[in-house]
């Protein structure tokens, strides 16, 4: 059974930086999808971002284009999203998700799901 751990959230100020890791436990990562979701209070869980299996196609909410990357290190069961010119709009949950086959934004198509880092943007 594939389990995911995120970390790496935390309180930072806007402008600042952040690497969430997903470490995934229990089955290799190699033939799954990854995509990063964030659920503010009282709102929608939303896709950040996805990569392929291997790395090859990345995809990016709009708000987030140009600010954060995804990167995937297979060998270490890890993917990464590294967040920079955070805002005070990226504060939510940010969870990743894992699925067998091609990589989206919409969170219902994934089968399993970390428990949450909490990323807080603020003075």
């Known amino acids: 059974q594939l389990q995911l751990v995120e970390s790496g959230g935390g309180l930072v100020q806007p402008g600042g930086s952040l690497r969430l890791s997903c470490a995934a436990s229990?089955?290799?990562?190699?033939?799954?999808?990854i995509g990063w979701f964030r659920q503010a209070p009282g709102k929608e869980r939303e896709g950040v971002s996805c990569?392929?299996?291997?790395?090859?196609?990345?995809h990016y909410a709009d708000s987030v284009k140009g600010r954060f990357t995804i990167s995937r290190d297979n060998a270490k069961n890890t993917v990464y999203l590294q967040m920079t010119s955070l805002k005070h709009g990226d504060t939510a949950v940010y969870y990743c998700?894992?699925?067998?086959?091609?990589?989206?934004?919409?969170?219902?198509?994934?089968?399993?799901w970390g428990q949450g880092t909490q990323v807080t943007v603020s003075t």
């Open positions: 998700g894992a699925v067998w086959g091609i990589a989206t934004m919409k969170p219902n198509r994934y089968d399993y």
């Open positions: 229990g089955s290799t990562l190699d033939y799954y999808a």
């Open positions: 990569i392929s299996h291997n790395g090859g196609s990345t």
